[in-house]
């Protein structure tokens, strides 16, 4: 198996360990901006860290002892409390945020780019990434393991086309990042919608009917019990989804449903944040009240087993 072949197989094993049959999948935008972990607090706060600090500067944090990690995050208030009054605003916590958010993009596109601009001439041509992308593929087309090379990298030349707004088939890196991350660009928005129209829609009609918008979160058991969640959808779908009520969603309607124009996860996040350490009441939060929840902003995974290993590796 070639590099590239392993690379791309174990991407896509982890995007299809991501939905479990019994566990709903998830095709709207609302929080993939800030982090690509699960947002679950009764798990761990790993989403709060990766949206408060970046995924990189999070992943620092990890190797802090709580002491630490609480006098980092002190600093970090100071600077978050923008007019410096000695409180921060649920304002202030979505400005930082939106900053974190940014970053954590930059670096995501960052950490990618030099696998893809093989002659590192400063742009990925569209070549250079179907080439690493689908090398294996396109030495040994016949070769059948069960994914659909032909129709993703099809899908990918579309995506890459739309991105690279001068068309020219190199991508700059602000176009890479759009090609990457087109849920951040106003111009890629109808490509996401169509992308995700094609999965759904099962016929082919160009629309998603309540059976496909169903059976693309829930693969029924085979006792036909449909859990209560899944019952719950059914009456979004009628209710909500499908606005004009023609008993399908068109490409507008899937708009709204993956990218809601009136939800921002940064001012929910900020919400969350504040909701959640907000001791007095009093809609803001002190540097006290965020370092008593050190645990929530940034953690210290420090205590784990695992990191205990490698923070005794390391000294
Ligand atoms: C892509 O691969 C083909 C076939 O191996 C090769 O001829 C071509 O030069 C490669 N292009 C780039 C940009 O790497
Ligand atoms: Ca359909
Ligand atoms: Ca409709």
């Not at 600090?53 to 923008?82: C, H, N, W, Y």
């Not at 499908?242 to 009136?262: C, Q, S, V, Y």
Request: glycine share 6%.
């Amino acid at each position: 198996m070639g590099l590239t072949k392993l690379i791309l197989y174990l991407t896509m094993c982890s995007v299809y360990a991501l939905s479990k049959p019994t566990e709903k999948k998830d095709r709207t935008f609302h929080e993939k901006e800030l982090s690509d972990k699960v947002h679950d607090d009764s798990e761990n706060f790993e989403y709060d860290h990766d949206a408060f600090l970046g995924a990189e500067e999070a992943k620092t944090f990890d190797q802090l002892t709580p002491e630490e990690s609480k006098e980092r995050l002190g600093m970090i208030v100071d600077k978050i409390d923008e007019n410096k009054d000695g409180f921060v605003t649920e304002a202030e916590l979505k400005a930082w945020i939106k900053r974190a958010q940014k970053r954590y993009i930059f670096e995501n596109v960052g950490r990618q780019w030099p696998d893809f601009d093989s002659n590192q001439d400063g742009l990925v041509s569209w070549e250079e990434y179907r080439n690493v992308t689908y090398g294996y593929y396109l030495d040994d087309v016949d070769a059948d393991d069960g994914y659909n090379y032909k129709q993703m990298m099809i899908r990918d030349e579309r995506r890459f086309k739309k991105a690279d707004q001068n068309g020219d088939l190199f991508a700059t890196k602000e176009e890479f990042t759009a090609f990457l991350h087109p849920e951040e660009y106003d111009h890629m928005k109808d490509i996401v919608v169509l992308e995700t129209m094609e999965d759904i829609d099962k016929n082919g009609d160009g629309f998603i009917d309540l059976e496909e918008y169903i059976g693309d979160m829930y693969t029924a058991d085979s006792d036909g019990h449909e859990p209560e969640w899944v019952k719950t959808e059914r009456e979004q779908f009628t209710e909500f989804r499908d606005r004009n009520k023609d008993g399908k969603m068109d490409k507008d309607e899937t708009k709204d449903w993956i990218l809601p124009a009136d939800y921002d996860h940064a001012e929910a996040e900020a919400r969350h944040l504040v909701y959640e350490s907000d001791e007095n009441k009093d809609g803001k939060l002190t540097k006290e009240e965020i370092v008593k929840k050190y645990d929530l902003f940034v953690g210290s995974q420090a205590t784990d087993f695992g990191e205990a290993l490698v923070r005794h590796d390391e000294f």
